[in-house]
């Protein structure tokens, strides 16, 4: 089966950090490019970063630029962001989704993993 699974998520102070996974299970990364994306209350889904597989080339939304890492687990067919610096507008639920290299949407999406930043 393919799949996604997040992990992670939870409950941070402002100015806190957290890393969510993405671990990928029925299919090889290799041909993809692996994005996580974000959806807050009343608001639509939102780019935060993504990855391309092969070669490693990252991409990141400029509101996230200077705290989110993207990174992999060539082993692991895993993908993380490490988000430090953490503020109430990062609360969101978290998806991490997988596109093949050429085409135009990403067409496998995990479940999701809530992140809450409060004091």
């Known amino acids: 089966q393919v799949q996604l699974v997040e992990s992670g998520g939870g409950l941070v102070q402002p100015g806190g950090s957290l890393r969510l996974s993405c671990a990928a299970s029925g299919f090889t990364l290799d041909y993809y490019a692996i994005g996580w994306f974000r959806q807050a209350p009343g608001k639509e889904r939102e780019f935060v970063a993504s990855?391309?597989?092969?070669?490693?080339?990252?991409y990141y939304a400029d509101f996230v630029k200077g705290r989110f890492t993207i990174s992999r687990n060539l082993a692991g067919n895993t993908v993380y962001l490490q988000m430090n610096s953490l503020q109430p507008d990062d609360t969101a639920v978290y998806y991490c989704?997988?596109?093949?290299?050429?085409?135009?949407?990403?067409?496998?999406w995990g479940q999701g993993t809530q992140v809450n930043v409060s004091s």
């Open positions: 990855m391309r597989w092969s070669g490693g080339t990252t």
């Open positions: 989704a997988a596109q093949r290299v050429g085409a135009t949407q990403y067409d496998v």
